[in-house]
């Protein structure tokens, strides 16, 4: 690859080059970190399949009933933050306004640190209540309580990266969240069969070790961010008078993030809700491993979405700073026309290869096998409507109005997903065929309303200055 392919695209080449060809050049190191990031949840999941048989099943639920909870706590500080940084940032850059929008990034950080304090030592001691709450099967309790209790110290060293990977895209720089976030990924990966296995002077530690391999690798990466931060670093630097709360940054903020930190912890409460409802099933062990493996496999394929999507977000926050109405609708046309065809193709390399690839990460448990492959098998068919989904949640979070994108998440799965789910599995009977078919039907209902939402006119207003400005035609 040539190294001009690395340079990050200028603000002029956001607002006036080939809209997909510049879409690709931020999301392409975006697409990049995801794979190694779902490389690394594949090596998790492997070396936890070479646990003794009689405890990997346990070990692999433990993890998949506790991420949602997790997740639940990591959404409400990210989507708050990430919301807001991505627009205020993005916006301010392409309105040429840069010293704003390093003072944006300086506010969302404290309240991310004072947040994430906060939460991490609240989940520790409610870790026993959760648990109980969220399985009822004994062995995988155990699991999930040793492993949510180490996460939730360690919650801080989880925010960090994903705030900071925000900023620097924002500006269009995905190459630098790459880099850092890969030292993490690699560092996660290598302490991987070391801590879960006892490699080497190591014991055996199972999921303590994944718990304990994932919050030093993020640890390391957060440093990095934070001392790049501290030194400077384009248009984004720490400085020591715009740290310090300021109500009317925070009252823009909160407006902005609100609602996308209620949307998407809402979407995660959501998701540990259909934990539960996997978790009552009459083979729960194996529903949630399956679905944990398969969980995982799917990363792989999204790698490629969730890098457009980022590189959409960035363009269309850019575009309505900068009162690019034009280019914004252009962006919004061939981004959701990419995004769908992508998912297509996706789905349909998943549901060919699902049996070797779900056998590949826990050999010798068929009926884990059987779950993990027929999830993939249902889920595939609802994928290609995610792409309208995935669109209409990176235009709004690049144009800062985020009570739709709040909407969309809850119809998907509150009103959809988890009823559906439980219905289909013990009012029909279809058991864990019920959950998979319900989670399908979601995704093709919400992808049919946020192409509703992309039709409307809500997205195309600046948030800068205070949200009174409308961007308006071609001003170059």
Known sequence: MRRWRLKPPSTDEILNGHALSTMARIGGPSVVSSLLFTLYNLADAFWIGRLPSDQAGAVMAGI???????????????????????????????AGR???????????????????????????????????????????????????KVIFLGLCTMLVPGLFSFAFAATGDTVTPLLVNGVGILLNVALDPLLVLGWGPFPQMGILGAAYATVAAQGVASLIF?????????ALRFDR?????????????????????????????????????????????????????????????????????VGLTTMIGQALGAGRLDRARELVRKGLGSLFVLLVVEAVVLWLLRTPLVTMFIPGR??????????IELFAVGMPFLGAFFAAQAVYRGSGHNVPTMILGVLRVWVLRIPLSYALAFIVGLQADGVWWGM?????????AAIGFLVSHRWQRSVIDGGTE??????A
């Open 64 to 94: 998949q009933i506790s991420w949602p909870f997790v997740w639940l706590l990591i959404s409400f500080v990210a989507g708050f933050g990430g919301a807001a940084v991505s627009a205020l940032v993005s916006q301010y850059i392409g």
């Open 98 to 148: 840069h010293k704003e929008a390093n003072v944006a990034l300086n506010q969302l950080v404290t309240i991310a640190f004072g947040a994430s304090v906060i939460l991490g030592i609240a989940g520790y001691f409610s870790t026993p209540a959760i648990v109980s709450v969220l399985v009822s099967d004994a062995a995988v309790a155990i699991e999930a309580a040793t492993y949510l």
């Open 226 to 234: 934070l001392t790049m931060f501290v030194r400077g670093r384009r």
């Open 241 to 309: 008078h715009a740290i310090t709360p300021q109500r009317a940054w925070l009252s823009k903020a909160l407006r902005i993030g609100i609602p996308a930190a209620v949307g998407q912890s809402t979407v995660a409460l959501g998701f540990v809700v259909l934990m539960w409802v996997i978790g009552r099933l009459g083979n729960a062990e194996a529903a949630l491993a399956g679905y944990g493996i398969a969980d995982r496999i799917f990363g792989i394929l999204f790698i490629v979405t969730d890098g457009l999507s």
């Open 366 to 375: 068929a009926d884990v096998i059987h779950e993990g492959t027929r999830f």
């Open 440 to 448: 399908s039907a979601s995704n093709v209902i919400a992808g049919l």
């Open 470 to 475: 409308t961007a308006t035609p071609e001003q």
